[in-house]
């Protein structure tokens, strides 16, 4: 059983509250993320499964280019 009860379709997009959508029989998944607490107290699991306190997890991370070169690209545009 889903953890949120609306789902939508992944094919048409219909919102219903099954995993099938009723519209084109196709897969449904939750229509929105699941409610975020800062009292999470399954945060320590899902490091763990995330690998996050790993060494090598911080180099995988996007980062964003300098404040120099966000400038330099602005005044090109």
Known sequence: MAKQRLQQCLSCGAF???RTCSSCGGDA???APLKWS???HRAGLR?????VEAR????G???L????AMEAQLEEE
Do not use: F, I
């Open 29 to 31: 998944q939750a229509a």
């Open 56 to 59: 090598e997890w911080p180099q």
């Open 16 to 18: 219903g509250l099954q």
């Open 65 to 68: 280019p300098s404040a120099k």
């Open 47 to 51: 490091r763990k499964m995330n690998h």
């Open 61 to 63: 991370l996007p980062t």
């Open 38 to 40: 800062p009292e999470d």
